[in-house]
C-alpha cells in the first residue's frame, strides 16, 4: 500500500468483527512499533500486545466506558519508559519519552490498516488501574491503549481545518 494511501485512508475504528488476528501479522505490527525514532535512540517505550479476554475486560473498565476495547482481538498498551529517559533529565521523563511513544503508535496505526486492520488511539483511561492491571514497574507510565482488529464499521473522513490554518511557512 501506498504510504499517503494509508496516511489518508487510515480511520479511528470502534467497531469491529468478531475475527482473531492471525499469529503471522503480530510481528509486523510489533517490527511497526520498534521501527519509529526516538530521542537519542534510547527507545524509551515498552508495549504490552493484550489478547487475554479478562485481562481486555479489565482494562476497558479503567477506559470511562470505551466498553468496545473488551471485545477486541488484540489491544496494544504502550507505555513510557521513564527509567530509560533519564539520561535526558525532566524533559527526557515529560516529553522525549511520551514523543518516542507518539511516533511508535502512528507506525502502528499505518501498518495495522495497510495490513488491512483498525485501529483507534485511546488516551482516556485511568493510568494508574490499567498499570496495575498488566503488573507494571513503577518506570512504565501507560500513555496509550490501541485497540486492533478487523473494521465493523467505515466512518467517512472527518472534516479537516484548512492548511492555511494550521501550516505557517516562514521563509
Known amino acids: ?10 480511520r479511528s475504528i470502534r467497531r469491529y468483527r468478531n475475527e482473531p488476528i492471525p499469529e503471522s501479522v ?3 505490527l510489533e ?9 537519542g535512540n534510547l527507545q524509551a517505550r515498552r508495549f504490552y500486545f493484550v489478547s487475554r479476554r479478562e485481562t481486555l475486560r479489565r482494562i476497558a473498565a479503567a477506559t ?32 522525549y519519552c ?4 507518539a511516533a511508535s503508535i502512528q507506525n502502528l ?10 485501529t483507534v488511539w485511546v488516551g482516556a483511561f485511568d493510568e494508574k488501574v490499567v498499570a496495575r492491571v ?4 513503577a518506570s512504565l507510565r501507560p500513555v ?12 467517512t473522513p472527518p472534516e479537516r481545518v484548512p492548511k492555511e490554518d494550521a501550516v505557517v511557512r516562514v521563509s
Do not use: H, W
Not at 477486541?72 to 527526557?92: E, F
Not at 498488566?134 to 514497574?137: S, T
Open 31 to 39: 517490527e511497526s512499533l520498534l521501527a519509529a525514532p526516538s530521542a
Open 1 to 10: 500500500m501506498d504510504l499517503f494511501d494509508a496516511i489518508r485512508g487510515r
Open 64 to 95: 470511562y466506558s470505551q466498553n468496545f476495547i473488551a471485545e477486541v482481538p488484540l489491544a496494544v498498551v504502550c507505555c513510557a519508559d521513564l527509567a530509560l529517559a533519564r539520561p535526558y533529565g525532566k524533559r527526557g521523563r515529560t516529553l
Open 134 to 137: 498488566l503488573g507494571l514497574p
Open 109 to 118: 496505526l499505518l501498518a495495522a490498516f495497510a495490513l488491512g486492520l483498525a
Open 98 to 101: 511520551l514523543q518516542d511513544v
Open 144 to 155: 496509550a491503549i490501541v485497540p486492533v482488529g478487523y473494521p465493523d464499521e467505515r466512518p
Open 26 to 28: 503480530l510481528p509486523a
